[in-house]
T-cell receptor, first 115, second 110 residues
Framework: NAGVTQTPKFRVLKTGQSMTLLCAQD?????MYWYRQDPGMGLRLIHY???????AKGEVPDGYNVSRLKKQNFLLGLESAAPSQTSVYFC??????????????FGSGTRLTVV | GIQVEQSPPDLILQEGANSTLRCNFS?????LQWFHQNPWGQLINLFY???GTKQNGRLSATTVATERYSLLYISSSQTTDSGVYFC????????????FGEGTQLTVNP
């Protein structure tokens, strides 16, 4: 049981380039989330999804887009990367039907550097 | 949105010492979780505790929802307890989404 898998684990982008981060979960969770972690700022919610085909904005959505075409996958896209998007990105999933309800399971993170 | 404050921001202990980490939040919640981020960056769920008290080995947590705070106790600390401890809360209006505090950086020295 892999849980939540993020790819890639590391990436260096040049300013203006685009990329997609992939999150895959095998727990049949209905909720999925993308967070970014910056030094001294904890984790901040970028976008989230409450089910297949749905997405919603979190606290810091600007510069990012997401899609959830399949229940098990949640994609985070950067259309034109900026140095301010240098961060560690975490994906998480949860389910109301698990115990504990909405208990988060995190992926191992993607370290992104934009130069 | 809801505010989450954790204290202290940094804590240094000798192996074997006990510690208490605090999390204050600004609104009613129906979801509160504690996480440990190890030195390699992995985030592990420790407790789901929107109210009451739970214990898991040397760790225990208490949430007093009416007073809007939660405490994480670490007893007989070990070097493997080092890392960052995050409190995250979900207000009654937000369902599954969690807002994280800035964390407590714990260092346990041998």
């Amino acid at each position: 049981n892999a849980g939540v898998t993020q790819t890639p684990k590391f990436r260096v982008l040049k300013t203006g380039q685009s990329m997609t981060l992939l999150c895959a979960q095998d727990m049949n969770h209905e909720y999925m989330y993308w967070y970014r972690q910056d030094p001294g700022m904890g984790l901040r919610l970028i976008h989230y999804s409450v089910g297949e085909g749905t997405t919603a904005k979190g606290e810091v959505p600007d510069g990012y887009n997401v899609s959830r075409l399949k229940k098990q996958n949640f994609l985070l896209g950067l259309e034109s990367a900026a140095p301010s998007q240098t961060s560690v990105y975490f994906c998480a999933s949860s389910s109301f039907f698990d115990y504990p309800p909405y208990g988060y399971t995190f992926g191992s993170g993607t370290r992104l550097t934009v130069v | 949105g809801i505010q989450v404050e954790q204290s202290p921001p940094d804590l240094i202990l000798q192996e074997g010492a006990n510690s208490t980490l605090r999390c204050n939040f600004s609104d009613s919640v129906n979801n509160l979780q504690w996480f440990h981020q190890n030195p390699w960056g992995q985030l592990i769920n420790l407790f789901y505790i929107p109210s009451g008290t739970k214990q898991n080995g040397r760790l225990s947590a208490t949430t007093v929802a009416t007073e809007r705070y939660s405490l994480l106790y670490i007893s007989s600390s070990q070097t493997t307890d080092s890392g960052v401890y995050f409190c995250a809360v979900g207000p009654e209006t937000s369902g599954s989404r969690l807002t994280f505090g800035e964390g407590t950086q714990l260092t346990v020295n041998p």
